[in-house]
C-alpha cells in the first residue's frame, strides 16, 4: 500500500566532475539479491537480505534528464543502464517509499536518478547529492582500518579477540580466546547477533530515546546472553552485528583511538570524503539529507533523528552516492590496502551457491551471469546498496528513506532488481 503522493522523478548527468573532454564521470556499483520474505531484521545490517536478487528492469527516464513514464513491469522501453534505474526508482516510489535516488558510473562517467521526495513536509525531491544513513556500508570501512593495521604490522587478522580484549568475550560458554578477528570480519565466529534482542530493537524501532547511551560492551554483552553457541568458530557463516562492534573494540584497543577517529583519518580524508561522517553520539543530520521515515502500521512517521550508538562500529555511517562510489571503487582496486591485504578482503567465505562473504563485502553472482562485489546497508528510515566490479570501472548504488526493519518489501525487491540489472547493462 503507497502511504504518500510521489513526485521529483528524473536523471541527472554529473557535471562537477567532468574530464577535459567534457565526459561525466562514473564510479563503481554494487551487486546483491534478496529474499523473497517479510521478517524482522537486525537493523543495522541486512546483507543477506541481497543475495538472491536479479533479473530485469522497467520502463524509465531517458539519460537527457527528461522524466519518462512510471515503471510498468515491461523492460521493452528501459535499455540503458541508468533507465533502468530509473525505473525502479519510480517503482520504489509507487512501492511506498518517500523518495528514492541512485547512480551509475562506467569508467569515468557517472549518471543520477531520482524520484520521490527527500522531505515529506517540503515535497522538496529526493536529491542524488544528499547525504543517508549508510547503515552496514560500515563495515566495509571498518575491516579496511583493520587491514591496514594488519599491513602496518600492529596486529594479525589471526590474533584472538581475547588478545585484544580480554574478558570481553567469556559466558555463556563463548570464549574470545578461540575467536580470530577474521573471524569477526567474515561473519564466521558464532556469536549472537545483539539487534535481534527485543530489549535493543524495541525501544531504536520506536525511537523512543535518540540519544540513550549504548557502550559497546553492554552490547556485546547482551548478545552474548542471548543463547548459547550453535557452532563453532569458523564452521559456517553467520550474519551478525556484533562481529562489528567487537571489531570496532579492537580498533580502539590497538591504536588507542575510538574507530571513527581512524576511519575519518585513514579514508574519509586521504579519499577526500567530504559528505561522509562517522557520528559517535549526535543522532541529527545537518546539510543537505534526506530524511529517513519508518512505517508503523498506516503511519509513516519521520526517524531522521535516531540512535547512532545502538550500530555503531556496525553501522552508524552518513555518506552520499558520489562518496559510497568513490570508496568503494578505492577499496576495489588497491588504493586503501597493499597487495597482500587487498587479498585478504576478498577472500571469502560461502553464503550460498551463488555468494561468498569477504571482509566486509560480498561477492555475488548476478542472474546475468556477471559477478559483482557489494553491501547493503540498513538502518531506522534508511536503506542503501552499491555493486562494484572487480576493477572498479563499472558501478550501481542506490538508496531509499523508509526502513521499518523488514525484509522482502516490494520496494527493496524492485528497487533492488533495478540495481542489479542497472550494473548486468552496463
Known sequence: MSVLDSSGTGVAVDTENQDAAGAARQQPSPARGRRHRRRLLPVAGLTCLLLTAAGTANAAAGADGRSAAPATGSSAAAQTPVEILQAGAQQGVADGYPGVIGMVRKGDSAQYVNAGVGNRATKVPADPKATFRIGSNTKAFISTVLLQLEGEKKLSLDDTVARWLPGAVDANGYDGSKITIRQLLNHTSGLPDYLSAVQINGPYFLNLNPREVYPPQNLVNV??????????????????????????????????????????????????????????????????????????????????????????????????????????????????????????????????????????????????????????????????????????TEQALHANNEFHMLAGTPGQTHTGKAMTDAFCAL
Open 223 to 392: 548478545a552474548l546472553g542471548m543463547r548459547a553457541p550453535s557452532s563453532t568458530p569458523g564452521e559456517k557463516f553467520g550474519y551478525s552485528n556484533t562481529n562489528y562492534v567487537l571489531a570496532g573494540m579492537v580498533i580502539k584497543a590497538v591504536t588507542g583511538s575510538e574507530p571513527a577517529a581512524e576511519v575519518q583519518r585513514r579514508i574519509i580524508e586521504p579519499l577526500g570524503l567530504r559528505d561522509t561522517s562517522f557520528p559517535t553520539a549526535d543522532p541529527a543530520l545537518y546539510g543537505n539529507y534526506l530524511h529517513g521515515y519508518v512505517l508503523r502500521a498506516i503511519l509513516i512517521d519521520d526517524a531522521t533523528v535516531s540512535n547512532v550508538q545502538v550500530s555503531g562500529s556496525a553501522g552508524a555511517m552518513v555518506s552520499t552516492m558520489d562518496d559510497l562510489a568513490t570508496f568503494s571503487r578505492a577499496l576495489m582496486t588497491g588504493k586503501l590496502l597493499e597487495p597482500a591485504q587487498l587479498a585478504e578482503l576478498k577472500t571469502t567465505v560461502p553464503v550460498n551457491a551463488d555468494a561468498g562473504y569477504g571482509l566486509g563485502i560480498e561477492h555475488v553472482k548476478l542472474s546475468c551471469g556477471k559477478w559483482a562485489w557489494g553491501h547493503n546497508g540498513a538502518v531506522l528510515g534508511y536503506f542503501s546498496e552499491w555493486l562494484s566490479s572487480e576493477d572498479g
